[in-house]
């Protein structure tokens, strides 16, 4: 993905992926490249840097969106889709924004970002890997995921999760081009 130096490298692992799958492989491959975007904007940095603020008031850091997207995959893949009763992973009652909040400049709390997105992402590949049919359906009771609660088909939380991507994606390309000014990719 970079070169020794931090520059991007010409290989890119999400150039080259199936062009003309069918309606399946086109939302999987998209998400993924999504996935692969955040890793490789966020590559190479230190906890100080993952954790540097935009500007204020915003609490918003690339930490804390690996955090925000791993509470998203949980949500919306264990939560959702597969009924599991699991805990938030940063956020609580009382802290409602405890990914972003959370985000702090120590290695650990970095590592323990991606260990549980690198989880939550497993899982929910697994899940979309082994389901049927994207016509299968995940309750969403409380509207989180924005199809107006109730039923919604793993098509649609496909395409919310590349939406939810591709939204922070933005914040993510500005993020790292105020950390270091690397642009691209």
Not at 22 to 47: N, P, Y
Not at 67 to 95: K, N, W, Y
Not at 141 to 146: F, I, K, R, S
Request: charged residues 30%; hydrophobic residues 40%.
């Amino acid at each position: 993905m970079f070169t020794e130096d931090g520059k991007p490298s010409d290989d890119d692992p999400r150039e080259n992926g199936p062009t003309l799958g069918d309606e399946r492989v086109t939302l999987v491959e998209a998400l993924r490249c999504a996935r692969l975007t955040l890793e490789m904007k966020c590559s190479g940095l230190d906890a100080e840097a993952m954790a540097r603020r935009a500007v204020e008031p915003s609490t918003m850091s690339l930490l804390g969106l690996v955090r925000h997207l791993a509470e998203m995959e949980r949500r919306t893949f264990r939560e959702m889709m597969a009924g599991q009763d699991v805990p938030p992973l940063f956020c609580s009652d009382i802290d409602r924004d405890g990914d972003f909040d959370g985000a702090v400049a120590d290695p650990h709390v970095v590592t323990q970002a991606w260990e549980a997105w690198r989880t939550e992402v497993d899982f929910a590949t697994r899940l979309v890997a082994e389901a049927p049919s994207l016509d299968i359906t995940g309750d969403d009771p409380l509207n989180q995921h924005g199809g107006g609660g109730g039923a919604m088909s793993l098509r649609e939380v496909l395409v919310g999760m590349i939406w939810e991507y591709g939204r922070h994606m933005g914040h993510v390309d500005l993020l790292r081009e105020r950390i270091d000014g690397r642009i691209g990719q």
